[in-house]
């Protein structure tokens, strides 16, 4: 099945997203390691949290992508249906 071009921009943001949170708790932790284990631990966690706050909302993206199109096939299907019954 041939994906559209929001699919596929979705797609990549999903991984790229996931790369930054792998990174980004890495570097982050590092980063606040002089800190103190764990103020830097905390941090990180903070930091995970919020980025998978983020990639939560690009899948609802995707998913509300997909409920549209399935609302449009059922509203083609109704039509169809309704037009059948009025004639």
Known sequence: MQKD???RIISFLLGASWAVVLFGALITF???LP???SFSLFITILFIVVSLFLIL???AFAVNKKRLEEAQKQTKLLEKIYSKHTK
Do not use: A, P, S, Y
């Open 30 to 32: 590092n980063i606040f």
């Open 57 to 59: 909302t690009l899948d």
């Open 35 to 37: 800190f103190g284990v």
């Open 5 to 7: 071009i929001f699919e």
